[in-house]
């Protein structure tokens, strides 16, 4: 916890910048009837009945001292799509740095293995060489700025039923660059002097002997 807070105090570096990742997922949700549009005095009112189609993976890579995201919906979330995801990051998106600090929690994709399952070593090495991984603690998922930005798309695009994968995506990322224009940060106020007031009981007792 207290390496993550740490992270979160540098100062901004274009050539480290610090990015969060998380990753969610998202139900396709499909009407069998036509919603009755919203009049005046009425709501728009929708079928309790629905087909289901399938589920989605969201990754969110989020700079918070730069206001920039990354969403990318995928059909599932393997090692595979995780290691392309970093790789488009690094190379789309962060050509020109010398090393992304990533904070990210301990799933068990979320490893620079991945980037070795799926691709050839040399290029497993230059990706994994760009990356400087800071894990969030077990039950700790709530230190991952990323996770709150995920939690703001949910309640703020994604809360009604959307059918497809290729209308999530596009959804998602008009949320994504109307936020990147506004250059929407983070101001995170949480110190390693916070926790350890206020975490106080998770720390192992220490006595002076």
Same mark, same amino acid.
């Given at each position: ?5 740490? &992270?979160?105090?540098?100062?901004? +570096? ?7 990742? +998380?990753?969610?997922?998202?139900? $396709? ?5 036509? =919603? ?27 700079? =918070? $001292?730069?206001? *920039?995201?990354?969403?990318? &919906?995928?059909?599932?979330?393997? *090692? ?12 789309? !998106? @962060? ?9 990210? +929690? ?14 050839? =070593? ?7 060489? *760009?990356?400087?991984? !800071? ?27 959307? +059918? ?17 224009? *506004? ?8 110190? &390693? ?5 206020? $975490? ?5 007792? @220490?006595?002076?002997?």
């Amino acid at each position: 916890m207290e390496e993550v807070l740490t &992270v979160y105090t540098q100062p901004y +570096d274009p050539q480290r910048p610090v990015v969060c990742f +998380d990753e969610t997922s998202k139900q $396709l949700i499909e009407e069998v009837r036509h =919603p009755i549009v919203m009049e005046p005095g009425q709501p728009e009112r929708y079928d309790t009945e629905y087909k289901r189609n399938g589920v989605v993976n969201i990754f969110m890579g989020f700079e =918070p $001292l730069a206001g *920039k995201r990354l969403i990318e &919906v995928t059909n599932r979330r393997t *090692k595979a799509d995780f290691a392309q995801y970093i790789k488009t990051l690094l190379d789309e !998106h @962060y050509p020109h740095v010398q090393t992304i600090v990533l904070v990210m +929690d301990n799933l068990n994709t979320h490893t620079k293995a991945s980037l070795y399952e799926a691709f050839p =070593p040399e290029e497993a090495k230059r990706l994994a060489d *760009k990356l400087e991984i !800071h894990y969030t603690p077990l039950h700790g998922s709530w230190l991952n700025m990323a996770e709150i930005e995920l939690s703001h798309l949910s309640r703020q695009c994604l809360d009604r039923r959307i +059918d497809s994968k290729e209308k999530l995506q596009s959804e998602a990322t008009a949320w994504m660059n109307q936020r990147n224009q *506004k250059q929407t940060k983070m101001d995170w106020r949480f110190t &390693v002097e916070d926790a350890r007031i206020k $975490l106080k009981r998770l720390y192992p007792a @220490y006595h002076a002997g």
